[in-house]
């Protein structure tokens, strides 16, 4: 019998390593894949990022030797805790997502305090480039980083327009589009700039404050959104308490796992229109 058991870990060894062997190129272009990823996600943030690869191979190491056994042994369904283990793959996007929405945010607030500035700048006879670096210097982030990639930008060869344009893509911001186009027209055709980065950044505060004033009448319908998504799993964590036994059946029994499918399909539909309805497109 022993050696029984040993030869069938030992075909199942040989099995499992001739699968990983196959699949090697795909593994390490997923690696590629993902690494690529991480220094995009992080260039967001900052201007000087390098080694993403370590921390690739930490999470893979974090998903396969730790987050994998315990959602696969945890659960007496197993589908459910694969289930588990594969929605954690999306846990890296979706904090980075909500971390560049914030980000967006703040340099949507500080832009116009930016512009003002620059225009200070350039009346007092220093050049674009110039402004720029000053500005890389003193004012605060995240505005500050912004500045800092669009001045080593220039003084890596980079042409001018080129550089103001790749900054908007990135940041895709109406208000940061506005302010490129009129920076690369004036660059193009020439006038005034100091008065019209004056004007433009009157108009972005006043539309930031508008902005500011529907939020403030819309906060009661993004709070019931919430509340909706919140909801169930507070009744969910309410009647484990209650009764922990019957719950549980939820997570170790077919009928269970799809109570809990159906349940979820509709928390999330409904969620989604609500967000809908009181979404705000500016």
Request: with cysteine.
């Amino acid at each position: 019998m022993t050696d029984y058991t040993l030869g069938i870990a030992l075909f199942t060894g040989v099995a499992v390593a001739a699968l990983v062997w196959s699949f090697r190129n795909g593994v390490s272009r997923r690696i590629d894949h993902d690494v690529a990823w991480l220094d995009e996600i992080r260039l967001r943030f900052k201007p000087d990022v390098r080694d993403s690869a370590k921390y690739v191979y930490y999470w893979y190491c974090l998903m396969f030797l730790v987050i994998m056994p315990l959602f696969y042994f945890l659960f007496s369904l197993k589908i459910l805790g694969l289930a588990l283990w594969l929605a954690f793959w999306f846990i890296p996007q979706l904090v980075a997502d909500i971390k560049w929405k914030k980000r967006l945010e703040e340099l949507d607030n500080q832009l116009p305090q930016m512009i003002r500035r620059l225009g200070i700048l350039l009346g007092s006879g220093l050049s674009f480039t110039q402004s720029l670096k000053q500005l890389a210097e003193d004012f605060p982030p995240p505005m500050m980083y912004e500045c800092l990639i669009m001045s080593q930008g220039w003084e890596m060869g980079e042409n001018f327009d080129s550089i103001v344009m790749s900054a908007s893509q990135r940041l895709d911001l109406p208000s940061f589009q506005l302010f490129a186009i009129i920076v690369i027209m004036n660059n193009q055709l020439g006038g005034n700039i100091v008065k019209t980065l004056e004007e433009l950044s009157a108009s972005l505060e006043s539309q930031n404050a508008m902005k500011k004033e529907i939020k403030a009448a819309t906060a009661e319908g993004r709070a019931s959104t919430w509340g909706l998504l919140a909801a169930p799993p507070l009744m969910l964590a309410i009647v484990t308490v209650i009764d922990s036994d019957s719950v549980m059946e939820m997570f170790n029994t077919w009928l269970g796992f799809g109570i809990l499918c159906v349940a979820g399909v509709f928390i999330g539909t409904g969620y989604y229109w609500a967000r809908r309805i009181v979404r705000i497109d500016y």
